[in-house]
């Protein structure tokens, strides 16, 4: 366990040093991006070694990760809507169970989405999956927005505020905080679906 703290620090460090090359924005806004279809490191992970190193342009730079990340869930959305066939053709027999079963979760997109937006979830999986079952739009694209502006922006308006002990309590409650969001979502919709 100490070895992968120490590593989790030493990649902490090596991106914060990273933070202040020109192409750093640019990297950000394509990991927000990429990251709701198919890139698997947390965009967390760049954003905030740079709201650290430039508190001052915590909020813009957290906002604009935050749209990034919803254009990257529409294009999630979009390829879980219209080339789901190649996979489920993939799959077989367990395709149309697999989409059956997915598809009685349409009813609560907007608070799933939510947990996938807010917490460390793979995000890929649920902008995928919800074109995968035809979603409703609506809900999903309002649940990406608030649950990114939340999982994005709010941190980056307290790194914006208090810098260096921002930095310092993410890095003690951040998992916890998402892990209680989630989990009051979802005692919401077993008392949805079991009412």
Do not use: H
Not at 56 to 72: D, E, P, W
Not at 108 to 124: C, N, R, W, Y
Not at 154 to 161: A, E, K, W
Request: aromatic residues 16%.
């Amino acid at each position: 366990m100490k070895k992968i703290i120490a590593f989790g620090k030493k990649l902490f460090e090596y991106t914060l040093s990273l933070t202040l090359k020109p192409w750093a924005k640019l990297a950000l806004y394509i990991i927000a991006l990429t990251e709701s279809i198919f890139f698997p490191l947390p965009t967390d992970m760049w954003l905030w070694p740079m709201c650290l190193a430039k508190p001052s342009q915590a909020i813009i730079l957290s906002l604009k990760t935050a749209l990034f990340s919803v254009v990257g869930a529409l294009l999630g959305y979009a390829l879980g809507l219209y080339f789901a066939a190649p996979l489920l053709e993939w799959m077989g027999s367990q395709g149309p169970q697999w989409v059956d079963t997915l598809s009685k979760i349409k009813g609560s997109t907007f608070e799933l989405v939510m947990i996938g937006a807010i917490s460390f979830l793979p995000f890929k999986i649920v902008t995928i999956t919800a074109g995968v079952v035809s979603a409703p739009f609506s809900p999903f694209i309002l649940a990406c927005l608030i649950g990114r502006i939340i999982r994005f922006v709010v941190p980056g308006i307290g790194f914006y505020f208090f810098g260096e002990k921002m930095d310092q309590w993410l890095r003690k409650n951040f998992s916890l905080f998402s892990t209680l969001v989630g989990f009051v979502i979802v005692a919401y919709l077993i008392f949805k679906w079991f009412k």
